[in-house]
């Protein structure tokens, strides 16, 4: 059964290409009257009497030639469109071959030089009937049953995406294995808050800005000391406020200003 596509795929194609045939064939052959045209008879081809199988037989090819890529979901759609085209292949072939002289109606009345369906049948004496018409309708019979195969068929067919999905597995797993030497040797762990561990906090702390206050590092400056010197101790990064140029730190509060001017 998991071998029936390509077979199912093959036989479908010679089925459109069966309607296809059948619409280039000549199907009727009508004599006319001798006093109303010119030309005793007239020939009704497919493309005349029924010009909607090049578009059924062109659709068919098409949907039988997605079956060999399309997934489950897919499948079942064109199945159901399958039968449909069948379906329309076999009411327009009836329809053509219960009444001749209406099919033909165009090819007749560019000869005779009348239009009308009541003027048509009065310069018609006689209808020949061709095989093709048999041929077309049972290319639609085979066509709708071809479609109901795939319906039954399709659910053992593989799907195209499987042996990639299945090579995908394995890398999961190795990335999922990644993941969790990371989560044992202790660099990535991070509590239920989001907080990272030790060696996280240290470098999530090597990158909190600092603002600094122009008056305390002018303080230090006047005493002799570097302002910046605490910076590097903790690891932050400095930063420059928006007055001026020179890069500040962190101030102190209340009491570093009482300290600074007691050195004073």
């Known amino acids: 059964m998991k071998r029936s596509r390509p077979l199912v795929v093959v036989v479908g194609l010679a ?20 006093s109303a045209a010119v030309v005793k008879t007239v020939a009704a081809d497919g493309a005349t009497v029924v010009p909607q199988y090049t578009a059924v037989a062109i659709a068919s090819l098409a949907l039988f030639l997605a079956l060999t890529i399309a997934g489950r979901v897919v499948r079942v759609v064109l199945a159901v469109v399958q039968v449909l085209l ?26 005779a030089g009348v239009s009308d369906i009541g003027a048509v049948r009065q310069v018609v004496t006689r209808v020949d009937v061709s095989i093709w018409p048999v041929v077309g309708i049972t290319g639609g019979v085979l066509a709708a049953l071809l479609g109901v195969a795939v319906l039954v068929l399709q659910r053992s067919w593989p799907g195209p995406s499987r042996k990639y999905g299945d090579a ?25 808050a989001g907080t990272s561990d030790g060696t996280g906090a240290s470098r999530t ?60």
């Open 205 to 264: 702390g090597s990158r909190a800005p600092v603002v600094r206050d122009a008056v305390v590092d002018w303080d230090d400056l006047s005493a002799g000391l570097d302002p910046t010197a605490g910076d590097t101790a903790d690891g932050r990064v400095r930063t420059t406020d928006a007055v001026g140029s020179s890069e500040r730190r962190p101030t102190g509060g209340a009491s570093d200003n009482e300290e600074h001017r007691e050195q004073h």
């Open 15 to 34: 089925v459109a290409g069966l309607v296809m045939l059948a619409w280039t064939q000549t199907w009727f052959t009508v004599h006319l009257d001798h």
């Open 86 to 111: 069948g379906v329309a292949v076999v009411v327009t072939g009836i329809s053509a071959l219960s009444d001749p002289v209406a099919a033909a109606r165009s090819a007749v009345g560019s000869v």
């Open 168 to 192: 995908a597995t394995p890398g999961s797993a190795s990335a999922a294995d990644v993941s969790g030497s990371h989560a044992s040797d202790g660099t990535g762990t991070s509590d239920g």
